[in-house]
C-alpha cells in the first residue's frame, strides 16, 4: 500500500507565501507523474500544477507564474511553492501520484492525499 501526506498549509494574508510538500511511502517502485488539485467549497476539484518524473510541468492558468511545482525524486516528494497567494486560491489541496508499486506485476496505481487546507484572507 502507499501513502501520501501533505504538510505546509494553512492560513495567509493576501499577497504571502505558502509551500506545501507531499511525501509518497509504501511499496513504491517509483514514482511517475505527481500533481496538486484543489477543491474550493461548492467547485469541481481542478488539477492546479503537475510535474512528470522527468520534472515537465503544467500550470492551470491562474496559477502561472505565482506557484511552482518541483519534487526530489529521491524522497518521492513533491512540492507547490505558492507566493502572491490570493483569497480564490483559498482551497483544500490535494496531491495525486502515479506509483509503480512492489508487487509482481509492478502495475502503476493512482493516489491521493487525504488533502490540506489553504486558506488566504486578511
Known amino acids: 500500500q502507499v501513502q501520501l501526506v501533505e504538510s505546509g498549509g494553512g492560513l495567509v494574508q493576501p499577497g504571502g507565501s505558502l509551500r506545501l510538500s507531499c511525501a509518497a511511502s509504501g511499496s513504491i517502485f517509483s514514482v511517475e507523474a505527481m500533481a496538486w488539485y484543489r477543491q474550493a467549497p461548492g467547485k469541481q476539484r481542478e488539477l492546479v500544477a503537475r510535474i512528470t518524473s522527468g520534472r515537465v510541468t503544467n500550470y492551470e492558468d491562474s496559477v502561472k507564474d505565482r506557484f511552482t511545482i518541483s519534487r526530489a525524486n529521491a524522497k518521492n516528494t513533491v512540492y507547490l511553492q505558492m507566493n502572491s497567494l490570493k483569497p480564490e486560491d483559498t482551497a483544500v489541496y490535494y496531491c495525486?501520484?502515479?506509483?509503480?508499486?512492489?508487487?509482481?506485476?509492478?502495475?502503476?496505481?493512482?493516489?491521493w492525499g487525504q488533502g490540506i487546507q489553504v486558506t488566504v484572507s486578511s
Open positions: 495525486n501520484a502515479d506509483v509503480i508499486v512492489m508487487t509482481g506485476s509492478f502495475t502503476a496505481y493512482n493516489y
